[in-house]
């Protein structure tokens, strides 16, 4: 079974309006983390936002903000403003504990492709 | 600047041999990893290292070899075994939390390298 499951290959959007990107995950750990990453087409991962297991309220950074709903375990991207430079691949990922209880290993989805239409 | 080097950024491959990817990182994190990217398949786990001569097995690890004899530094072989091993490869970095890293420690990527076998 998939730890994380991104159910949206891509998705389009025009400029200067906001956009949602899905993402759920599947734990039995308590204490976890969560994080979105963005590839340009160059290739490199841009790390964009986290949200922890414990956090009480949702996770933002400037146009980013993370929509945190644990019952579900769900973890979606929420983007305001999109803008052209947007356009890229978007990637959610975990970081729970393996068997010695440190938190490194980080599994990723399989990402959604975002385009921003002028 | 701190950072992750991953050499070369491409690289071409005669089919039955060997070769070693490079990662290098200045940013004294004590824990390493290897991405494997396809299209449509997101990132997956090869290796990864929580410390100096140690590492694990990710879930794609068969056909590849790592080794951990610095901490600054984390080379991937591909081997003949792998069965097709055009790719793009991403090496990361990041605190292990057993070393007083907080939770919410991102990854930190390199530019990749893409193989591809010939």
């Known amino acids: 079974a998939q730890k994380i499951t991104q159910t949206q290959p891509g998705m389009f959007v025009q400029e200067k309006e906001a956009v949602t990107l899905d993402c759920t995950y599947d734990t039995s750990d308590q204490s976890y983390g969560l994080f979105w990453y963005k590839q340009p087409s160059s290739g490199e991962m841009i790390f964009l936002i986290y949200?922890?297991?414990?956090?009480?309220q949702n996770a933002t950074e400037g146009r980013y903000s993370l929509n945190f709903q644990k019952a579900r375990k769900s973890a979606n991207l929420v983007i305001s403003a999109s803008q052209l430079g947007d356009s890229a691949m978007y990637f959610c990922a975990m970081r729970e504990p393996n068997s010695g209880g440190s938190n490194y290993k980080l599994t990723f989805g399989k990402g959604t492709l975002l385009t921003v239409n002028p | 600047d701190g950072g992750i080097t991953q050499s070369p950024k491409y690289l071409f491959r005669k089919e039955g041999q060997n070769v070693t990817l490079s990662c290098e990182q200045n940013l004294n994190h004590d824990a390493m990893y290897w991405y494997r990217q396809d299209p449509g398949q997101g990132l997956r786990l090869i290796y990864y290292?929580?410390?100096?001569?140690?590492?694990q097995k990710g879930d794609i690890a068969e056909g590849y070899s790592v080794s951990r004899e610095k901490k600054e530094s984390f080379p991937l072989t591909v081997t003949s075994a792998q069965k097709n091993p055009t790719a793009f490869y991403l090496c990361a970095s990041s605190i292990d939390r057993r070393t007083g890293g907080p939770l919410n420690t991102e990854a930190f990527f390199g530019q990749g390298t893409r193989l591809t076998v010939v």
């Open positions: 290292s929580q410390i100096v001569n140690d590492f």
């Open positions: 949200q922890g297991s414990y956090d009480e």
